[in-house]
Structures are given as structure tokens and as C-alpha cells.
């Protein structure tokens, strides 16, 4: 019956077994896990074997990790009571499960040699193959290279089937490398075909396969089976050297040797293949070397223990002179004691793949690494710059991992380490920067120049990043745009934003249409949306507020929910934290505003104050100024309202109108200066240039025209007319109403009539009046020239009562109820004449009654 195999695994002794019982060993670091899962009572077979095909099978009872246990009397059961001594770096394969220890003393069957022709192989194994399974797998040692590209196999007489790679793609000629190729071959029924498991690759095709093992402070570098081409010795037909690598190339770092490397610093070493008449052999050098592929170099003998200290050197196991070499891989590592090869290496990493590298090193040489398949109008300079490029064209590489695992992606241009490092089918971007656009996978059409700039960039397409960091965490976000250093840092997946200046819209995650123009322009802003921020630190703290506007150095500062407010000029809605709907024009407009809605404000400093304050407008430069809380208030002009502090309701139109009002409400006061000074009075009207000007605490006050009531303090007080002012009862007087100023000289009316309350039911205590004729007679009527001492009416001439004469009658017959003077105002004097009808009709009323006596006495 033919050998069946539940899998196929293949590692390196890190730790080589000895002795006969009780044993173990110990694989390549992570390759444990492609043997069996091992439960208790379960068990495999293994195969060891060393560059001279000297073989054992091991019984192996369980595995932890990378490290294998052998069962007692597990050793020698490949057909001999002897067992083998093996060393670091000979090979382990899985061999048999235990569903198959029937065939596994048949094990020295397993490899046979090929018969037939290198394009048709034959295999005749012991016991014979009947019958193929799906699954099937064949060991063969070739005999030739494959010539053409479906080489056959039939093994013990059955029918030939094609030869593929795993998969099903077909082979390239040289991909069975030549005799001693063991070829392991799996037969897949679907699909009757027979595929290689196992095929020699050309440069171009794969990675160098390079290892880098560990052992007694020593480190071993090996480059396994693969094919090379090196440049010629003379250079003078162009055709490269190919050489096929058909067993395991070693190289050793001895404990105590440097290359330069330094304590607890990170380092790397370079790989190198050189071509010894025809013998490929390893050699290592520090990475800080520049190294040029078209050139020869010489190598110095390793030498042992300590011996090969320099950075500026080539080293070899054996020194060679003007060799061609190749660049097959590297090792990063940060060794804690320089020389003690301890710690496992960060990295091994071989190079190669379809591109052809023409790279710069850390120390600013040239390296090349010359391969097949490369796409001509593709340009990497850099190790593992392009490294994976199959198919993609148009591509510009130029740094340490620069495109690195791009493949079909074209029209990419990527300047700096690690720049569009992940890409693979993204099209048309630009990345320049140490780790720009780093992560990008198939996003389209970005721009990144800077440091960082749209590194965690995966799929999100047409962004533009120009600055240190700018749209650094930017993944699937598109149509974004970020000028300045960290501007949209923070950016995930926020669509059609625009930030320039250091730091706009530094946090912004989600937000979409936004506009911060400006150093920390919408700095903290996450989830909000439609803002606009033009100004250092415009919106700076705004978070999830959206559909604002500030324009201005500072405008909506510290705004960060409020919505729909608009800030224009520096500082305007400075404070504003979650106030909504408000319109600030102006430097330090609305500064204050934190949570107050639906202001309206143009002008410098107007409303600055304003807190929680609403729906108040305010135009002119300090307009509503000092307002914090107070609401329903329009100012319009120059300091208008300034000092309102909690007073609503308030109108004021011209510059300082109602300028001290701090809690009054409901004033109305239009003309410059009207109502300047009041500060609590409340329902007052003033139009005109300060009118109403001197009231603080006066309620209930109407002035109309230019400086009417100006010096009124008092309250339910109106004046009309230019300069009206209560001349007579002084600045206190209440309840009273003044026509026009000192000058006036006529009151014209359709009517001569005055309607007087006269009601009986409003009266009390009435009696006859008990002063008339002799009342009368003792009044002065006199004619005058008017002189008023305010100029008010200077040289016009008139008659009537002076306001002395008229208080000292008043006094002398007790008649204080006609009030017939008013002398509120000490400096100014009036006279009631309306009030001296009553004692005019008695006096005329005591006439008549002396006429009908003088009549009875003179008929």
C-alpha cells in the first residue's frame, strides 16, 4: 500500500537530541505549530535529517510549542538498532501520524530517485502505489531541471499527470532546480494533477529564504535552497551568473563579536550571498555599510570569539577577495550586551520579490538587489522599497520600506521610510514623509507630505495632508483636507473636512464638513459637523457643536456644543460654551457669552459681557457691553446699553443711549445720550439727543425732543419739546408734564379748552371759597420785560403776577389752598394763574352783591 500523510511540516534544530530515552528537541522559533497537536496517549513519527541525507525517525509522544518530546525507546526505528548524531540547523519533518505506524519501518522507501526524463519523471516506490487518493504524497529526488513549464509525473506505472505549484499554477522552468531536488508531490485528485509542495523559486518569484538561529550567545544566519543571479566578474556581456543554492548556505557570529552593533541599541545586520567561482557562500555586515551590488566586493575572515568588531567591514568564514554578491535578507535585533547574541531578533527578514531594487542604505550608499520580473517602469530606492510589487507600474519608491507591500497598485509615488509602506492595490496616491500614509491599502487619490502625514490611512480616498502628522489617524475618512503641522491628526472617518493651520481640527474623528483655517482652528472638535473656523484657535474647543462660524483669531473659543452661532472678528463669542443661534460681528463681540441663545451682535466689544443672556441685539462698538444675563434687549450705537448688566426689555438707539443702565428694564431711549445715566429706573422713554439724560432711579418718565427732561430724577414725569425740562420743580419734581423749554411763548391748540377733573364724587370737606373781592384787591398785577437769568427770554415785554407777590398774599390771607405758586424749585419760581379763577369768580360774585346794594340805595 502507498504511504499516507495527514500533513506536511519541515523545521531546523535549534536544540538536537542525544542519547537513546527521555529525550527532546527543540525547533525553529513559531514553526512548532505546524506539527500535530499531541494529546495524551497520542503520538507521531518524525524524520531528522542532515545536509548528508543521513536520516532517523523518531517516535514523538509531546510537544509543547517548539519543543518535542521523544518516548522512551523512541529513537533508531528507521530499520537500525543505531541512531544518529545531529547538530543545529539539521532539518526535522513530520513523517508519519500514528494511523500510519504500519508503514513506518518502510520509511527508507519513502525517498526514491527519479527515472524517466527531467520534463517526464518516473518513480518506482517499495511496496508499490496500486492506487492514487486525494491527498496522496510522493517523495522524489529529481535527476534534472524541468525544462518546460508542465513536467509529468507517474509514479510505479500509472497514469502521468501534470506537475503544478500548489494551487494549480503552472510551473516556470527551473522551478524543480535540478538532481538532488527532493520533491515532494501531492497528488489532487479533483483536478488530476500532481502539485509540487517544495519548489525551487527564481529571484523575482519569492523571498530569499533566510533564517537566523540563536545558540550559545553565538548567532547562526542561513540562506536555505534557492536560485541566484550575480553580475559577472568583467561585466562585459551583461548576462548574470545564475547559481542554484541546492542545500542550506551558513554563516556563524560568534559570541563576543560586534559588527559594530552597540549595547542595548537597536541594529541591523545585512545578509549577503556571494558567488565564489561558481560557490555560493554567506557572508554579514553592519547595515550602517554602503553596499553597492554592481560592484565587487572583499570579505575578512569571521575569525572566532571576538574577532569581527567593525561596522565598516564584510565579513565571511572564509575571507574572499572581489567577488560579486547579492543581498538576500537582514537581521533586527537590539542586543542587550553588543556581541552577546541573546535576545531573539525583532526581525528576519529576507529580501527579494518581482521588483528590481536600486536602494539607498542607512549610511547613504547604494544597495541593489538585482531580480527577474521586475516592472521596468517602476523606481525603488530602498532595500524593501516596492518588495512586494508583482504587476503594479508607474511606481516611485524611495525609502526603507517605502511601498513595501504594494503589489498591483500603480501611479504611487512614496519619498521616506515607511511611506505607503502597507499599500497593495491603492492607485494614484502620494505619500512624502517618514511613515506617510503608512498604513494605506487600497485608498485612492490621498496626498500625504510630512512626518506621519495620513499614516493610519487604510481605504479612505482623496485626502490631502501636508504637515507633521496632519490626518494621521485618518482611515477610511475621504475628501479630507489637512495643511499644517497635526491639522485633522485625529481623523478617522470625517468626510470633506479642510483644516490648515497646526493643530485645526486636531481632534476631529467624525465630523464631516468642516472648515478650520488657522493654528488650533477646531482643535478639539470630534463628532461635529458644517463649521466653519477661520483665525488661530477659532473654535478651538468646540466638540459636537455644529453649523457654527467664527471668523476671527479666538471667534467661538470655547464653544463646544453650542450650534448655529456666528462669530466674526477676533475673540467674538470668545466663551461661548453650549449658547446656541447668536450672531456676534465684531472684535470681542459677545467675549463672555457661554450659554446665551439668539443674540445678535455687530460691532466692537458689543455684548462682551453677555453670559446666559437672550435675544438681545446689540450694534455698535461696546454696545451692551457689560450685559451678562439680562435679555430682550436692543442697543443700537456706540456704548449704547453699556453697562446693562441684568436690566431686559430694553431699547436704545444712539451712541451711550441708556450707557449706565445696569438692571432698569423696559426703557425705550432713542437719540445719543438718551437716558445716559439711568441706571434702575424701569418703563422710561427718551427720544432725542439726551433726553431723559440725567435719570437713574426715575420710573415711568416720557421725553421728547433734544435734552428733554435731561435733569429730571424723578418719576411719571413728561416733557416735550426742545430742552423741556421741569424748571420749576426741579430735578425731583414726579407726576408732572412739561411743554417745550424757557423760550416758548405760545401754546397752539384747535381748542382753548382744558378739561379738568372735577368730579363731586372724587371731593370732600367742600365749603364756599371765603376770600374773593378783598383777595383779589390785594394782587399786583404788573407789566414787565422778561430777563431770564438762563437766557431763555431776554428783553420781551409782558404782563402778569410775579410768584413772590403771589406767595405773600397767598400767606397773608391763609389761602394756600388756591397753590398759587410752586415753589419746588427754590431757584425758580412759578405762578398757577389758572388757580387764581375761583377767587376771581367770588371776588366778582362779592362785587355784584355790592352793584344790587348800591342800586337800592341809588335807584
Not at 520509511?107 to 511496496?127: E, K, L, Q
Not at 518569484?205 to 540562506?223: R, Y
Not at 553588543?338 to 542607512?362: E, F, R, S
Amino acid at each position: 500500500m502507498g504511504i499516507k500523510f495527514g500533513n506536511f511540516a519541515s523545521s531546523k534544530l535549534v536544540t538536537p537530541p542525544s542519547g537513546t530515552s527521555g529525550l527532546s528537541f527543540v525547533v525553529s522559533p513559531g514553526e512548532g505549530a505546524l506539527f500535530p497537536t499531541l494529546a495524551a496517549g497520542d503520538w507521531c513519527y518524525c524524520v531528522l535529517k542532515n545536509a548528508s541525507l543521513v536520516r532517523e525517525v523518531v517516535r514523538v509522544t509531546a510537544r509543547s510549542t517548539d519543543s518535542f518530546t521523544i518516548g522512551t525507546a523512541g529513537r533508531g526505528l528507521d530499520g537500525s538498532s543505531a541512531y544518529a548524531s545531529w547538530g543545529v540547523g539539521d532539518v526535522v519533518e513530520l513523517c508519519l501520524t500514528n494511523l500510519a505506524l504500519l508503514d513506518a519501518l518502510a520509511d527508507s522507501g519513502r525517498w526514491v530517485a527519479a527515472g524517466g526524463t527531467a520534463d517526464a519523471i518516473t518513480a518506482n516506490y517499495t511496496p508499490d502505489i496500486y492506487a492514487l487518493v486525494d491527498g496522496q504524497l510522493c517523495f522524489v529526488r529529481a535527476g534534472a531541471a524541468n525544462a518546460t513549464a508542465t513536467p509529468t509525473f507517474a509514479p510505479d506505472g500509472l497514469t502521468a499527470y501534470t506537475i503544478t505549484l500548489d494551487g494549480g499554477a503552472a510551473l516556470s522552468p527551473g522551478n524543480i532546480a535540478g538532481a538532488g531536488h527532493e520533491l515532494i508531490l501531492r497528488y489532487n485528485l479533483a483536478n488530476t494533477r500532481w502539485e509540487l509542495l517544495n519548489p525551487k523559486r527564481k529571484v523575482g518569484d519569492t523571498i530569499f529564504p533566510v533564517t537566523a538561529v540563536l545558540a550559545a550567545n553565538a548567532m547562526t544566519l542561513t540562506l536555505t535552497p534557492c536560485t541566484l543571479d550575480f553580475r559577472s566578474l568583467t561585466l562585459t556581456t551583461g548576462v548574470p551568473n545564475t547559481r542554484n543554492v541546492t542545500a542550506d548556505v551558513a554563516t556563524v557570529i560568534s559570541s563576543g563579536s560586534t559588527g559594530g552593533t552597540t549595547s542595548a541599541v537597536a541594529s541591523r545586520i545585512m545578509l549577503l550571498a556571494i558567488d565564489n567561482a561558481g560557490t555560493v557562500e554567506l557572508a554579514w555586515c553592519n547595515s550602517l555599510l554602503a553596499l553597492d551590488e554592481t560592484a565587487l566586493i572583499s570579505t575578512t575572515a569571521e575569525g572566532g570569539v571576538g574577532a569581527a568588531d567593525s561596522a565598516a567591514v564584510i565579513y565571511s568564514t572564509t575571507a574572499r577577495s572581489n567577488v560579486p554578491f547579492r543581498v538576500v535578507g537582514y537581521v533586527n535585533s537590539t542586543q542587550t550586551t553588543a556581541g552577546t547574541w541573546a535576545q531573539t531578533p525583532a526581525l528576519v527578514q529576507g529580501y527579494g520579490g518581482g521588483v528590481v531594487h536600486q536602494t539607498i542604505n542607512q549610511s547613504g550608499g547604494t544597495v541593489n538587489s538585482m531580480g527577474g520580473g521586475g516592472v521596468a517602469s517602476n523606481v525603488a530606492i530602498s532595500p524593501t522599497a516596492l518588495y512586494s510589487n508583482t504587476t503594479g507600474t508607474n511606481n516611485t519608491a524611495v525609502g526603507v520600506q517605502a511601498l513595501q507591500d504594494n503589489t498591483t497598485g500603480s501611479y504611487n509615488t512614496a519619498v521616506g521610510m515607511h511611506a505607503l509602506q502597507a499599500n497593495t492595490t491603492g492607485i494614484n496616491n502620494t505619500a512624502v514623509g517618514v511613515n506617510a500614509l503608512l498604513s494605506n491599502t487600497t485608498g485612492i487619490y490621498n496626498t500625504a507630505v510630512g512626518v506621519q502625514a495620513l499614516q493610519a490611512n487604510t481605504i479612505g480616498t482623496s485626502n490631502t495632508a501636508v504637515g507633521q502628522s496632519a490626518l494621521q489617524a485618518n482611515t477610511t475618512g475621504i475628501d479630507n483636507t489637512a495643511v499644517g503641522r497635526s491639522a485633522l491628526q485625529a481623523n478617522t472617518t470625517g468626510t470633506s473636512n479642510t483644516a490648515v493651520g497646526m493643530n485645526a481640527l486636531l481632534y476631529n474623528t467624525i465630523g464631516i464638513n468642516n472648515t478650520a483655517v488657522g493654528g488650533y482652528a477646531l482643535n478639539v472638535n470630534t463628532t461635529g459637523a458644517s463649521n466653519t473656523a477661520v483665525g488661530y484657535a477659532a473654535l478651538q474647543a468646540n466638540t459636537t457643536g455644529y453649523s457654527n462660524t467664527a471668523v476671527g483669531q479666538y471667534a467661538l473659543y470655547a464653544n463646544t456644543t453650542g450650534i448655529n452661532n456666528t462669530a466674526v472678528g477676533s475673540s467674538a463669542l470668545q466663551f461661548n460654551i453650549t449658547g446656541h443661534s447668536n450672531t456676534a460681528v465684531g472684535q470681542s463681540a459677545l467675549y463672555a457669552n457661554t450659554t446665551g441663545a439668539y443674540n445678535t451682535v455687530v460691532g466692537n466689544e458689543a455684548l462682551q459681557a453677555n453670559t446666559i443672556g437672550t435675544y438681545n441685539t446689540a450694534v455698535g462698538s461696546g454696545a451692551l457691553q457689560s450685559n451678562t444675563t439680562g435679555y430682550d434687549n436692543t442697543a443700537v450705537g456706540k456704548s449704547a446699553l453699556f453697562l446693562n448688566t441684568t436690566g431686559y426689555s430694553n431699547t436704545a438707539v444712539g451712541k451711550s443711549a441708556l450707557f449706565f443702565n445696569t438692571t432698569g428694564t423696559n426703557n425705550t431711549a432713542v437719540g445719543s445720550s438718551a437716558l445716559q445715566s439711568n441706571i434702575t429706573g424701569y418703563s422710561n422713554t427718551a427720544v432725542g439727543q439726551s433726553a431723559l439724560y440725567a435719570n437713574t432711579t426715575g420710573a415711568s418718565n416720557t421725553a421728547v425732543g433734544y435734552a428733554a427732561g435731561n435733569n429730571t430724577t424723578g418719576t411719571n414725569n413728561s416733557f416735550f419739546g426742545n430742552g423741556a425740562v421741569n424748571t420749576t420743580g426741579g430735578a425731583t419734581a414726579s407726576n408732572t408734564i412739561v411743554l417745550g423749554d424757557s423760550a416758548i411763548t405760545t401754546l397752539r391748540c384747535q381748542t382753548n379748552v382744558i378739561s379738568a377733573l372735577s368730579d363731586i364724587r372724587d371731593k370732600s370737606d367742600i365749603v364756599a371759597l371765603p376770600f374773593g373781592l378783598e383777595f383779589v384787591s390785594a394782587l399786583k398785577p404788573v407789566a414787565f420785560t422778561w430777563n431770564q437769568r438762563d437766557g431763555g427770554r431776554i428783553g420781551i415785554k409782558s404782563a402778569g403776577f410775579i410768584a413772590q407777590d403771589l406767595e405773600e398774599v397767598q400767606k397773608r390771607f391763609g389761602a394756600e389752598n388756591l397753590d398759587l405758586v410752586d415753589t419746588m424749585n427754590p431757584d425758580n419760581f412759578a405762578a398757577r394763574y389758572g388757580n387764581l379763577l375761583p377767587a376771581m369768580v367770588k371776588a366778582i360774585q362779592e362785587l355784584n352783591i355790592k352793584f344790587e346794594q348800591f342800586k337800592e340805595l341809588h335807584p
